[in-house]
């Protein structure tokens, strides 16, 4: 048990990354660049949607609220890192760390609920195809996003509230370029139990129950992809889910990598570079996913271009 004479701490200081040296301003641009395009392609992404008729149905509206979180992610975290990089470490308030963390867990449990709406959407798509149109409505889509917002308001207010009740008393240094939830919870000189206790409990409905909807989601729609007869019926259905299946697994497996599998404590390096692809590489590769394998999308993008051209 800690020692109860201690001295309140207001500012955390964030190391961001050590020793770069001549590599400061090189990690710096990457960044920014990586910042910029994923800003650049969420906010097309959420145009073209928004402005393209073909592309007003359920799918493509989660589409938009994913690119959204992907923006609130990356926009949460990127600025102040690139602060900290230059600077090779800054000072933050502790109420202003907290907020941080709320708004990236926020983000990230938000995605978790929405990945999960959008393996359901396929499934309807494939499986039920001829049930889809009057089971998948505008009402049921904007339930299911309402209800994946309030959801994730509903935790992250919980978390807040009991976090802000914890002693926080040093030492007042968080080896990372963002405030985590672990990093955070040592510099607490009081119980967090409770808190601990919370997030994981929290993790059932936001991580363990969506990963078993969407992997349970994608076995019935494996299984009807190989009854279809042909090879281009498997590959033309299979083409409708490939995008979805794809950001999935990496958003999942880079999650997998940072809190589940074991890692020395040491290896704060790893830590780090496991947490740039979640904060940084994921918003950025999203859109050029969706983009790249999606038909409709590349469609109404090549529509876009043509009228911008002709207008020309």
């Given at each position: 048990?800690?020692?109860?004479?201690?001295?309140?701490?207001?500012?955390?200081?964030?190391?961001?990354?050590?020793?770069?040296?001549?590599?400061?301003?090189?990690?710096?641009?990457?960044?920014?660049?990586?910042?910029?395009?994923?800003?650049?392609?969420?906010?097309?992404?959420?145009?073209?949607?928004?402005?393209?008729?073909?592309?007003?149905?359920?799918?493509?509206?989660?589409?938009?609220?994913?690119?959204?979180?992907?923006?609130?992610?990356?926009?949460?975290?990127?600025?102040?890192?690139?602060?900290?990089?230059?600077?090779?470490?800054?000072?933050?308030?502790?109420?202003?760390?907290?907020?941080?963390?709320?708004?990236?867990?926020?983000?990230?449990?938000?995605?978790?609920?929405?990945?999960?709406?959008?393996?359901?959407?396929?499934?309807?798509?494939?499986?039920?195809?001829?049930?889809?149109?009057?089971?998948?409505?505008?009402?049921?889509?904007?339930?299911?996003?309402?209800?994946?917002?309030?959801?994730?308001?509903?935790?992250?207010?919980?978390?807040?509230?009991?976090?802000?009740?914890?002693?926080?008393?040093?030492?007042?240094?968080?080896?990372?370029?963002?405030?985590?939830?672990?990093?955070?919870?040592?510099?607490?000189?009081?119980?967090?139990?409770?808190?601990?206790?919370?997030?994981?409990?929290?993790?059932?409905?936001?991580?363990?129950?969506?990963?078993?909807?969407?992997?349970?989601?994608?076995?019935?729609?494996?299984?009807?992809?190989?009854?279809?007869?042909?090879?281009?019926?498997?590959?033309?259905?299979?083409?409708?889910?490939?995008?979805?299946?794809?950001?999935?697994?990496?958003?999942?497996?880079?999650?997998?990598?940072?809190?589940?599998?074991?890692?020395?404590?040491?290896?704060?390096?790893?830590?780090?570079?496991?947490?740039?692809?979640?904060?940084?590489?994921?918003?950025?590769?999203?859109?050029?996913i969706y983009s790249?394998?999606?038909?409709?999308?590349?469609g109404a993008i090549?529509?876009?271009?043509?009228?911008?051209?002709?207008?020309?």
């Open positions: 048990m800690k020692e109860e004479n201690y001295t309140m701490i207001t500012k955390i200081f964030l190391l961001g990354f050590e020793n770069l040296h001549s590599l400061k301003d090189v990690l710096f641009i990457g960044i920014f660049v990586a910042y910029w395009l994923a800003i650049s392609g969420n906010v097309y992404i959420i145009t073209l949607v928004s402005t393209c008729k073909k592309l007003h149905c359920p799918m493509y509206i989660f589409l938009t609220q994913l690119s959204f979180l992907d923006i609130l992610l990356i926009t949460t975290i990127v600025p102040n890192m690139l602060y900290v990089i230059l600077n090779e470490g800054i000072s933050i308030s502790l109420m202003g760390c907290i907020t941080q963390f709320c708004f990236f867990a926020g983000s990230e449990m938000a995605e978790c609920l929405l990945l999960t709406v959008m393996s359901y959407d396929r499934y309807l798509a494939i499986c039920s195809p001829l049930r889809y149109t009057s089971i998948m409505d505008f009402a049921l889509c904007t339930k299911l996003v309402v209800l994946s917002w309030s959801f994730t308001f509903v935790m992250i207010l919980i978390i807040a509230l009991t976090m802000c009740t914890l002693q926080f008393c040093g030492p007042h240094v968080i080896n990372h370029f963002f405030c985590d939830f672990a990093p955070l919870l040592e510099l607490s000189c009081t119980d967090t139990s409770v808190v601990q206790m919370e997030s994981f409990l929290m993790s059932v409905p936001v991580l363990g129950l969506p990963v078993i909807v969407i992997i349970v989601s994608y076995v019935y729609i494996i299984i009807t992809i190989l009854k279809i007869p042909t090879i281009t019926g498997r590959q033309k259905t299979f083409s409708t889910c490939s995008s979805h299946l794809t950001v999935v697994s990496i958003y999942y497996g880079t999650l997998i990598g940072i809190y589940l599998l074991p890692h020395e404590r040491s290896s704060m390096v790893t830590n780090k570079a496991l947490s740039l692809l979640y904060t940084v590489v994921t918003p950025l590769l999203n859109p050029i790249l394998r999606n038909k409709d999308i590349k090549a529509k876009v271009t043509n009228k911008i051209n002709f207008n020309y």
